[in-house]
């Protein structure tokens, strides 16, 4: 069974990077996709990034693009999310997620097609 365990939350100034880590443990899938999903205080979960375990594609939200890069390490069996510029606006509990199935289009707004999670990370951005 797929363990993934986030790291790297904290609280920075607007400006500011962090570098998010998930670990992938038990039986880790070899196949499928690992995304960044952040859910806001009243809000809804959306999808930030996802990287293709097998192929190494990556996608981001439009919100992030320019600022937030996914990349993983498949011998360690590790994602990252490193975040630049960081803003108030992406203060949110950070998750690690994953599927083993093809990645649809409309990812970003369908968290429930992923079926496996970690316990989240917050990050939290002041002014």
Do not use: H
Request: charged share 15%.
């Amino acid at each position: 069974q797929v363990q993934l365990v986030e790291s790297g939350g904290g609280s920075v100034q607007a400006g500011g990077s962090l570098k998010l880590s998930c670990v992938m443990s038990g039986d880790p899938l070899t196949r499928g996709w690992i995304a960044w999903f952040r859910q806001a205080a009243g809000k809804e979960r959306e999808g930030v990034a996802v990287i293709g375990i097998s192929n190494g594609n990556t996608y981001a939200a439009d919100s992030v693009k320019d600022r937030f890069t996914i990349s993983q390490d498949n011998a360690k069996n590790m994602v990252y999310l490193q975040m630049n510029n960081l803003q108030p606006a992406d203060t949110a509990t950070y998750y690690c997620a994953a599927r083993s199935g093809p990645l649809g289009m409309t990812w970003m707004r369908k968290p429930d097609d992923f079926s496996i999670w970690g316990q989240g990370t917050q990050v939290t951005i002041s002014s």
